[in-house]
T-cell receptor, first 115, second 111 residues
Framework: SAVISQKPSRDICQRGTSLTIQCQVD?????MFWYRQQPGQSLTLIATANQGSEATYESGFVIDKFPISRPNLTFSTLTVSNMSPEDSSIYLC????????????FGPGTRLTVL | RKEVEQDPGPFNVPEGATVAFNCTYSNSASQSFFWYRQDCRKEPKLLMS???SGNEDGRFTAQLNRASQYISLLIRDSKLSDSATYLCVVNPGGGYNKLIFGAGTRLAVHP
């Protein structure tokens, strides 16, 4: 298993501003995933972050809006840029378990409210 | 059609009841399947993987029907602590690393 922490746990932001969410894992992992969970809905993958290369974004998500950094094998950041109320959501960091399994473990999430 | 579809519920059942959740997926090439549990205001956590032969973990039984592209989760002898949202999750395979999540089925177990 993996222990994942995220900061901040929650924030309330004004529209037009940006917020950077940090994700720290207790072990080295190749891939880290960023998901969004909008109120009452399930998880949607935003992007996959590999260390040493650019993140791979899913359809509907772009780098200008959600820039991602992956400076090492235990850390990643997701920035939500130029926020609007539609960005109000829970943002979750996730990693895959080791040993060839595709079980995923999730951080506690960052609850973002944009006014 | 959604890639992974679930009955949203809620399922309201008394303690001790048996409850079954169903899930269908659209991609016949999907390789692996899971049930995750998500408590209110918490992150999802793996409940169990789903194997072709079916598998059981205590009160929980998961089954997969590849021909029908159908996954199920059976919970026997429901406990109050089973109240949560159960997410059906599929790995579409094909070199993709992502998991596809269903919208979840909400279960409320009452005394």
């Amino acid at each position: 298993s993996a222990v994942i922490s995220q900061k901040p746990s929650r924030d309330i932001c004004q529209r037009g501003t940006s917020l950077t969410i940090q994700c720290q894992v207790d072990s080295q992992v190749t891939m880290m995933f960023w998901y969004r969970q909008q109120p009452g809905q399930s998880l949607t993958l935003i992007a996959t972050a590999n260390q040493g290369s650019e993140a791979t974004y899913e359809s509907g998500f772009v780098i200008d809006k959600f820039p991602i950094s992956r400076p090492n094998l235990t850390f990643s950041t997701l920035t939500v840029s130029n926020m609007s109320p539609e960005d109000s959501s829970i943002y979750l960091c996730s990693v895959r378990g080791g040993g060839g399994t595709d079980t995923q473990y999730f951080g506690p999430g960052t609850r973002l409210t944009v006014l | 059609r959604k890639e992974v579809e679930q009955d949203p519920g809620p399922f309201n059942v008394p303690e001790g009841a048996t409850v079954a959740f169903n899930c269908t997926y659209s991609n016949s090439a999907s390789q692996s399947f899971f049930w995750y549990r998500q408590d209110c205001r918490k992150e999802p956590k793996l409940l169990m993987s789903v194997y072709s032969s079916g598998n059981e973990d205590g009160r929980f039984t998961a089954q997969l029907n590849r021909a029908s592209q159908y996954i199920s989760l059976l919970i026997r002898d429901s406990k109050l602590s089973d109240s949560a949202t159960y997410l059906c999750v599929v790995n579409p395979g094909g070199g993709y690393n992502k998991l596809i999540f269903g919208a979840g089925t909400r279960l409320a177990v009452h005394p």
